[in-house]
T-cell receptor, first 114, second 112 residues
Framework: DVKVTQSSRYLVKRTGEKVFLECVQDMDHENMFWYRQDPGLGLRLIYFSYDVKMKEKGDIPEGYSVSREKKERFSLILESASTNQTSMYLC?????????????FGPGTRLTVT | GESVGLHLPTLSVQEGDNSIINCAYSNSASDYFIWYKQESGKGPQFIIDIRSNMDKRQGQRVTVLLNKTVKHLSLQIAATQPGDSAVYFCAEKTGGGNKLTFGTGTQLKVEL
């Protein structure tokens, strides 16, 4: 089974803090994704990466950055956390095989910024 | 950008009945669709997918129907069980690339 793990299930940070959310997958997947999930808005793509050190902006990249130094690990960084970044953050991965689009999700990190 | 939406935010069904969850999409170029189930406190979990060259696909107790004429997708769950209670999301992929666009989700509640 594919396993995607996220470093924290719950996180509380203060406005202005730098926040790191870590995601690790154990299936040697090329593609990794970060989403945020908000009530009524579904899942929105923040950033994704299709290879080590490669990244592309998703639909809502403002206020976020990412890092992918190793294939199995994809980090989401909030440079200066704000209250409007309070949300559920979901990481996902997908193999780089042509025609395979199913993404495997981690359990999520619920971030509260006060 | 394209949007994927669901008709009903909450669906309540009796245990043992069949459930139908609907999804409308707006991009006629979308060529792949997928349904996820998200239980409380967990990440989304793959249920079933379908490509645009198909109208119907069946899995274990689930069937996905695709009507490209009206850009509508549905997920049918047979003999709904309490363990089916969750939020269900549809998502679409448009053309090439890595991105899936997700709908807002439907909460399925199974009443005993």
């Amino acid at each position: 089974d594919v396993k995607v793990t996220q470093s924290s299930r719950y996180l509380v940070k203060r406005t202005g803090e730098k926040v790191f959310l870590e995601c690790v997958q154990d299936m040697d997947h090329e593609n990794m994704f970060w989403y945020r999930q908000d009530p009524g808005l579904g899942l929105r793509l923040i950033y994704f990466s299709y290879d080590v050190k490669m990244k592309e902006k998703g639909d809502i990249p403002e206020g976020y950055s990412v890092s992918r130094e190793k294939k199995e690990r994809f980090s989401l960084i909030l440079e200066s956390a704000s209250t409007n970044q309070t949300s559920m953050y979901l990481c996902a991965s997908r193999p780089g095989l042509a025609g395979v689009y199913e993404q495997y999700f981690g359990p999520g990190t619920r971030l509260t910024v006060t | 950008g394209e949007s994927v939406g669901l008709h009903l935010p909450t669906l309540s069904v009796q245990e043992g009945d069949n459930s139908i969850i609907n999804c409308a999409y707006s991009n006629s170029a979308s060529d792949y669709f997928i349904w996820y189930k998200q239980e409380s406190g967990k990440g989304p979990q793959f249920i079933i997918d379908i490509r645009s060259n198909m109208d119907k696909r069946q899995g274990q107790r689930v069937t996905v129907l695709l009507n490209k004429t009206v850009k509508h997708l549905s997920l049918q769950i047979a003999a709904t069980q309490p363990g089916d209670s969750a939020v269900y999301f549809c998502a679409e992929k448009t053309g090439g690339g890595n991105k899936l666009t997700f709908g807002t989700g439907t909460q399925l509640k199974v009443e005993l």
